[in-house]
């Protein structure tokens, strides 16, 4: 038995148990996964990590709001994590807790599978934390010509926009005052916040700032069709889900815990899911 567990606040509804457990089936492996919220467990989240690892975990998924508070539980971090700034993907090793960000990994394969013959343009970001490091990074892997990020902490699109114009130079990189100047002259439009999952509710982007841009993606998948992606496809948007982003940084974690390649079409079929 492969145990697995999810670190984070907001995840009675996510889907990654199932993922998971429905690969495994189709690897014929048996694998537990459970959701760890540190509060309901009466525990912080160092407390939390700290048992999943005594008690015999192979890894840890790690969701929001806990996926750069990670950085400092892990003994060694893949290329992933040293550019991005941020964990999703924990694997205990005897040497100790390695981190990896599938969040980049898998953003780029969504991306390259849905846009296939496109590429990003200018893109506007909201969103600067976590999962928004990680697909700011995939998209500068993508080839974006400019993102404008904005975040209602100003504190972390400022860091981002250091971080993406250090390793991209040649590429245009503004921290945005305000999500209708992110949005000036963009072709996508990227939600990075938790805005339109359950539980949140709300849109990141206003209705006016979504109007003649080219595609949009939302990195929310519960519910996998949000306000922000009804109001896009309304306006003939080319639209990406959150699903897609879930689905392959799964897949690319998956291989992590266990070594094994999934059957992608397989695996989409049984999760009776398209996104």
Sequence with gaps: MICIGLIGDNIAASKAPTLHQTAARLCGL???????????????????????????????????????????????????????????????????????????????????????KSDPGIVALVGCGGVGRAIAFALIELGTKALQLFDADDRKSDSLAKA????????????????????????GLVNCTPLGMVGYGGSAFPDETIIGRRWAFDAVYTPVETPFLTRARADALSVMSGFELFFYQGVDAFRVFTGLDVDTSALREALGATG
């Design 164 to 187: 993406l114009s250090a390793g991209a130079p040649s590429t245009k990189i503004i921290a945005a005052d305000s999500v209708f100047q992110a949005c000036e002259g963009a072709d």
């Design 30 to 116: 048996k694998l537990s996964y459970e959701r760890l919220v540190p509060k309901d467990l009466g525990m912080n989240f160092d407390e939390v990590f700290t048992h999943a690892r005594s008690a015999g975990y192979r890894g840890l998924n790690i969701t929001l709001p806990y996926k750069e508070v990670v950085l400092r539980r892990l003994n060694t971090a893949d290329g992933s994590v040293r550019l991005t700034g941020a964990c999703n993907t924990v694997l205990f090793e005897p040497s100790g807790p390695v981190g990896l960000n599938t969040d980049y990994t898998g953003f780029c394969a969504a991306f390259r599978t849905g846009f296939p």
